[in-house]
């Protein structure tokens, strides 16, 4: 199986992390204060003595959570963040993670926490940020903004994990699905380039990745906006690739979601509803909340009578709980 991201109970920084918790860290990791300094003037081939470093980094204990300056970006480029801390920022960025399954407004608040020097200031977790922050947008129908978050991301691409790119490239066409859905191809066949070259990214997100690239390819399918117009069974053939051996929770979800869909619209009510069913059972596995409204959804539109009609009950009491325009959209009409 493999291993969800954003669920390791291990020791977590301060919320936030202030400079007086990331000089500490290097302190605890190098051995002294001195280590640390004499590490940066090292790599900076003894262009400053180590003494002055360590009164540089003693003032940088005092910024709270201002900018670092120029030791502070030095720092961040030699040591990098603490992990606890990188995995945050990832998890607050990755759309299949488990941020996604609270409270719209409790989700702007972590980013806003966390959003600030030092964990803002490391290029790989600047650009977590700014997709967490689109996904806020998005959530909160926000599209404009959204897709504003995702153009300041630009520059933090460079040199940025693959499955951040990925992550990056998925938002882009669902804004641009939206927006300008003659970009949605172009954008979706960068991600499969991706998702196929990369050989270092972590299981987990290349199961998540590749099951939102299959389902919003099949959306291209279904809604007939790809060249060959609407073909039902080539978008069951696209869920049916996504793996099942080992696959986590979200990815099965957004398997057997997907097939409800598709073999419902071929005329398949039974077999539609017993995979929306499944799909709901994966969500709840994940403790995927927002996805099992989803599943909810699908089984109160294909099951009529008192099973749909409690299905859809269920879904927008979930609805109501996270605050999520997006999801709420499905109800709508």
Same mark, same amino acid.
């Given at each position: 199986?493999?291993?969800?991201?954003?669920?390791?109970?291990?020791?977590?920084?301060?919320?936030?992390?202030?400079?007086?918790?990331?000089?500490?860290?290097?302190?605890?990791?190098?051995?002294?204060?001195?280590?640390?300094? $004499?590490?940066?003037?090292?790599?900076?081939?003894?262009?400053?003595?180590?003494?002055?470093?360590?009164?540089?980094? &003693? !003032?940088? =204990?005092?910024?709270?959570?201002?900018?670092?300056?120029?030791?502070?970006? !030095?720092?961040?480029?030699? +040591?990098?963040?603490?992990? *606890?801390?990188?995995?945050?920022? @990832?998890?607050?960025?990755?759309?299949?993670? &488990? +941020?996604?399954?609270?409270?719209?407004?409790?989700?702007?608040?972590?980013?806003?926490?966390?959003? @600030?020097?030092?964990?803002?200031?490391?290029?790989?977790?600047?650009?977590?940020? *700014?997709?967490?922050? %689109?996904?806020?947008?998005? =959530?909160?129908?926000?599209?404009?903004?959204?897709?504003?978050?995702?153009?300041?991301?630009?520059?933090?691409?460079?040199?940025?994990? /693959?499955?951040? @790119?990925?992550? =990056?490239?998925?938002?882009?066409?669902?804004?641009?699905? !939206?927006?300008?859905?003659?970009?949605?191809?172009?954008?979706?066949?960068?991600?499969?380039?991706?998702? $196929?070259?990369?050989?270092?990214?972590?299981?987990?997100?290349?199961?998540?990745?590749?099951?939102?690239?299959?389902?919003?390819?099949?959306?291209?399918?279904?809604?007939?906006?790809?060249?060959?117009?609407?073909?039902?069974?080539? %978008?069951?053939?696209?869920?049916?690739?996504?793996?099942?051996?080992?696959?986590?929770? +979200?990815?099965?979800?957004?398997? /057997?979601?997907?097939?409800?869909? /598709? @073999?419902?619209?071929?005329?398949?009510?039974?077999? #539609?509803?017993?995979?929306?069913?499944?799909?709901?059972?994966?969500? #709840?596995?994940?403790?995927?909340?927002?996805?099992? %409204?989803?599943?909810?959804?699908?089984?109160? =539109?294909?099951?009529?009578?008192?099973?749909?009609? $409690?299905?859809?009950?269920? /879904?927008?009491?979930?609805?109501?709980?996270?605050?999520?325009?997006?999801?709420?959209?499905?109800? !709508?009409?």
């Amino acid at each position: 199986m493999v291993r969800a991201l954003g669920h390791d109970p291990g020791q977590a920084p301060p919320a936030g992390l202030s400079w007086q918790d990331y000089v500490d860290w290097l302190v605890a990791t190098a051995g002294s204060l001195a280590a640390v300094a $004499e590490k940066l003037a090292s790599l900076r081939g003894f262009k400053e003595d180590v003494g002055s470093i360590e009164r540089a980094l &003693r !003032r940088l =204990r005092t910024r709270g959570q201002q900018a670092g300056g120029t030791w502070g970006v !030095r720092a961040l480029a030699a +040591f990098g963040l603490p992990g *606890a801390a990188d995995q945050r920022a @990832r998890w607050m960025g990755a759309y299949h993670s &488990r +941020f996604t399954d609270q409270p719209v407004g409790l989700c702007k608040d972590l980013v806003r926490l966390w959003d @600030r020097p030092p964990v803002s200031e490391a290029p790989g977790s600047r650009l977590w940020l *700014a997709l967490a922050h %689109a996904t806020c947008a998005q =959530r909160a129908g926000a599209i404009e903004e959204a897709e504003e978050h995702l153009a300041r991301a630009q520059g933090c691409v460079a040199g940025a994990p /693959a499955e951040a @790119r990925a992550e =990056r490239l998925l938002a882009l066409a669902f804004v641009a699905s !939206r927006r300008d859905p003659g970009r949605v191809c172009g954008l979706l066949a960068e991600v499969g380039k991706l998702l $196929e070259s990369d050989a270092d990214m972590p299981a987990y997100d290349r199961a998540c990745l590749h099951a939102r690239w299959v389902d919003q390819r099949a959306y291209q399918i279904t809604k007939g906006l790809e060249a060959d117009g609407v073909d039902l069974a080539a %978008a069951e053939a696209l869920y049916r690739s996504i793996p099942t051996q080992g696959a986590p929770p +979200f990815a099965l979800f957004r398997r /057997a979601n997907g097939l409800a869909y /598709a @073999r419902w619209k071929q005329g398949d009510d039974d077999g #539609g509803a017993a995979l929306a069913r499944e799909a709901c059972s994966h969500a #709840g596995d994940g403790g995927h909340l927002r996805l099992r %409204a989803m599943a909810l959804s699908m089984i109160a =539109r294909i099951v009529r009578g008192a099973e749909g009609e $409690e299905a859809r009950r269920r /879904a927008l009491g979930i609805v109501a709980v996270l605050d999520d325009e997006a999801l709420r959209l499905r109800f !709508r009409g």
